[in-house]
């Protein structure tokens, strides 16, 4: 099981209007790239993907991770919540081991200008050997938003 928590900095550039036209159902708009332990996020002061450190290194594994498939957006009402989902997502036929963190990541094309926007960290460290690596998410949602 993994506990996902927002990068603040990234609602605050949309607020204020600094962060790119963003729609989390357009094809490529976001990414998931996996980190050691060793990476220490700090959702206060992290804001674009330079910030990410000791990204996973192995064989099949592409810098700057996945593209995120199927995205949709939702609100349910019964839990004031804005429900933001993806397919899960699937690191194909890599070996990489010490695997802590996934961050996700509104993809522009930089590490200097793809804004931060949630990150996952494993209970423990995983590994995975000539296999497929593949996140599940949430049933309601990869990320949520309480409008309460």
């Known amino acids: 099981?993994?506990?996902a928590n927002w990068f603040g900095l990234f609602f605050?550039?949309?607020y204020n209007g600094n962060a790119a036209a963003f729609d989390f159902?357009?094809?490529s708009a976001v990414k998931c790239m996996l980190t050691t332990n060793t990476y220490a996020q700090d959702y206060d002061a992290h804001d674009f993907r330079n910030d990410v450190?000791?990204?996973v290194t192995g064989t099949n594994y592409s810098t700057g991770g996945v593209v995120l498939?199927?995205?949709a957006v939702t609100y349910d009402s019964a839990s004031d919540e804005t429900r933001i989902d993806f397919a899960d997502p699937t690191f194909t036929n890599i070996t990489?081991?010490?695997i802590r963190k996934a961050v996700f990541y509104h993809n522009v094309g930089t590490s200097a200008t793809d804004h931060l926007l949630w990150a996952y960290i494993f209970d423990g460290d995983q590994s995975?050997?000539?296999a497929d690596f593949i996140i599940q998410l949430d049933v309601t949602g990869a990320a949520k938003i309480d409008t309460t």
Do not use: I, K, Q
């Open 128 to 130: 995975v050997t000539a």
């Open 69 to 71: 498939t199927s995205g």
């Open 12 to 14: 605050r550039d949309c």
């Open 53 to 55: 450190t000791n990204e």
């Open 96 to 98: 990489v081991s010490n």
């Open 1 to 3: 099981m993994a506990t």
């Open 25 to 27: 159902t357009a094809a």
